[in-house]
């Protein structure tokens, strides 16, 4: 992706207008784009009224689950008895997903504006940026803005830290992240109680991610009905969406679109299609824990909650990842598999075996090892690891294993008929 | 056997003055000492290269934890290092996106190129370890490679020659 950023005449720049254009990461140059205008005017509302309007503007989690944030927002304790904390989910590391890193390498101050808004709006004293321990530049970029923004004193009490992970996917699990923050290992906790009941440290706590809150200073400041406006097919999902495009596309990165955004315009009119000589096989629409899609699925789909789950899939972060006719799906199953084996905290055994299992069994069909039975053995163990641990991250590794062998079994079992040359993994 | 303490583990301690107070300042960010392990680890590693028992027997001590505890957090995460390592600490993106644009071929340049051999191994002047990481969050410039805090976006197995000379 070039820059300064030249937006595709198809988006609708709200999220990223200001992409590539380094003024804007200092405070004069975002106060000189209204930025903190959104904040003044909340921080004069009840906490209740900005919450509404959040509400009502439709907006939903961008991390992955699309919950409604106004909603999440209100289930916080209405009489406030003890502290309240809000977390920043900025641990963004689902393959595929590259946004969240955008947003805060080139408008960090869009992201504080939002966290500070949100705190306003929950009653938190305290706002925590939990930021992937990888991201060097994003957070030297960060500390940067927020000693800016202390130095004004735009916050008004509310107290903004940032807090570097250390290298472990699960972390972006809510729970997990809390877990981490106070100097535990990231493993998820069991809920309920849920994190407005009992999160950080004990105390009532909301979670959103960047994306989330980088939306709410644009709905404060133009209204929800604005943000409602913006919608191209179900009402149910609202406002722009920030896509991460990687893998066999001409043009991969970041593209923001109005919801319900046709992917099969993204993927060809916006990013260029597969190489030359190349057509698109598959496509994993929200990051690689979702279900795989294959091409027809993918040029039928739109780009909101309910459209890719239309398809069989789900919006997830928004982490489009490509794959055209060169690309090995048993392969490449198994190196997510692997991923998630990688990733697993071991806390449940579904989860720690599952992973491992599935990740060797693909081994051994690629090595040319397989037995005619390991498609239904894997199908079995990806059951079993559906639906029955603390958190999503055994699910999500058998997502893919489940729909790769529905959709691409042929490519499966090339490879246990001895017809198709073995592939040796390292 | 006279020569077996390395140069790095010599005694001083890491948490003393102005390193004392940096931990300081993050302290009082939190409600309690135990939040503050993720951060002093960081702060740990930048001064010492890496995290030794004997470090996490000071930060034990500073935090208010046991040294085992914190070496349950220690070896969690995949940032903080276990062992030494080289100069530069090379991480390549391997994961599904990276992997179908060409991150192996990345990994066998800078295995080749930098004499490290094999991944996760240091070279033999003590320059360069190079790792293959999982999903480093920015899959549409593959392949990301950090060399130790610099991020840098789409390189090829033809632009590895450069890197390793600007480190080197």
């Not at chain 1, 927020?146 to 972390?171: D, M, P, Q, T, W």
Request: aromatic content about 8%.
């Amino acid at each position: 992706m070039g820059y300064p950023h030249k937006p595709h005449p198809k988006e609708t720049v709200v999220l990223s207008q200001y992409f590539g254009d380094a003024d804007a990461r200092t405070i004069k140059g975002w106060t000189k784009r209204g930025g903190y205008e959104a904040l003044s005017q909340a921080l004069k509302m009840d906490p209740v009224a900005v919450t509404d309007v959040v509400k009502e503007s439709g907006l939903r989690g961008r991390g992955g689950a699309g919950f409604p944030t106004g909603l999440k927002w209100s289930f916080m304790p209405k009489e406030k008895k003890k502290a309240h904390y809000l977390c920043v989910n900025a641990d963004e590391s689902e393959p595929g997903t590259f946004k969240d890193r955008e947003i805060m390498r080139w408008t960090p101050h869009a992201l504080l504006e939002g966290t500070a808004i949100a705190a306003h709006a929950i009653r938190a004293e305290i706002a925590y940026i939990y930021i992937r321990g990888e991201f060097t530049e994003p957070w030297m970029i960060m500390s940067r803005a927020l000693e800016e923004a202390n130095a004004a004193g735009v916050f008004g009490s509310i107290k903004i830290y940032l807090h570097r992970g250390a290298g472990a996917y699960i972390c972006g699990e809510e729970t997990a992240l809390m877990n981490s923050l106070e100097g535990k290992r990231g493993n998820p906790r069991i809920k309920p109680p849920f994190p407005a009941a009992a999160g950080l440290f004990g105390l009532p706590t909301t979670i959103n991610n960047v994306e989330t809150l980088a939306a709410v200073p644009h709905i404060v400041k133009r209204g929800a009905a604005w943000y409602k406006g913006l919608c191209l097919s179900n009402p149910k999902s609202t406002g722009t969406k920030l896509f991460s495009v990687c893998g066999h596309v001409q043009r991969p990165g970041n593209y923001e679109v109005t919801m319900g955004f046709p992917l099969k315009a993204l993927l060809y009119d916006m990013c260029g299609g597969p190489p030359a000589g190349r057509t698109l096989k598959a496509c994993i629409p929200g990051g690689s824990s979702v279900p795989i899609l294959t091409r027809e699925e993918t040029e039928a789909c739109l780009l909101d909650y309910e459209g890719v789950v239309a398809q069989g899939s789900m919006l997830g972060s928004g982490g489009v990842i490509v794959f055209d006719d060169s690309a090995d799906m048993v392969y490449q199953i198994m190196r997510l598999a692997k991923f998630y084996a990688h990733e697993s905290c071991a806390q449940c055994t579904q989860c720690r075996e599952g992973t491992a299992w599935t990740t060797k069994i693909m081994e051994r069909i690629l090595a040319g090892q397989g037995k005619t039975t390991d498609l239904d053995l894997l199908l079995d163990l990806s059951e079993n690891m559906t639906g029955k641990t603390i958190c999503v991250l055994s699910d999500s590794c058998a997502a893919p294993i489940v729909s790769g062998i529905k959709k691409f079994r042929g490519e499966f079992e090339a490879y246990l008929a001895g017809n198709r040359q073995p592939v040796l993994v390292g | 056997m006279s020569q077996r303490v390395s140069q790095t583990e010599d005694h001083q301690p890491v948490f003393a003055g102005k390193v004392l107070e940096e931990l300081q300042t993050v302290l009082q960010r939190y409600p309690n000492k135990q939040a503050a392990l993720l951060p002093a680890l960081w702060i740990a590693q930048r001064e010492h290269g890496w995290i030794s028992d004997r470090i996490m027997a000071e930060v034990a001590e500073v935090l208010g934890v046991t040294p085992a505890y914190v070496k349950g957090v220690v070896t969690f995460y995949t940032m903080y290092h276990q062992h030494p390592v080289g100069k530069n600490f090379v991480q390549v993106c391997t994961t599904s996106p990276c992997n179908i644009c060409g991150a192996e071929g990345v990994v066998k340049a800078l295995l080749a190129q930098t004499g490290a051999g094999d991944a996760g191994a240091t070279s033999p002047d003590g320059k360069w370890t190079i790792v293959e990481v999982e999903c480093l969050g920015a899959c549409g410039f593959a392949t990301p490679i950090l060399v130790n805090d610099d991020f840098i976006e789409s390189v090829t197995p033809e632009k590895v020659p450069e890197i390793v000379r600007k480190y080197r």
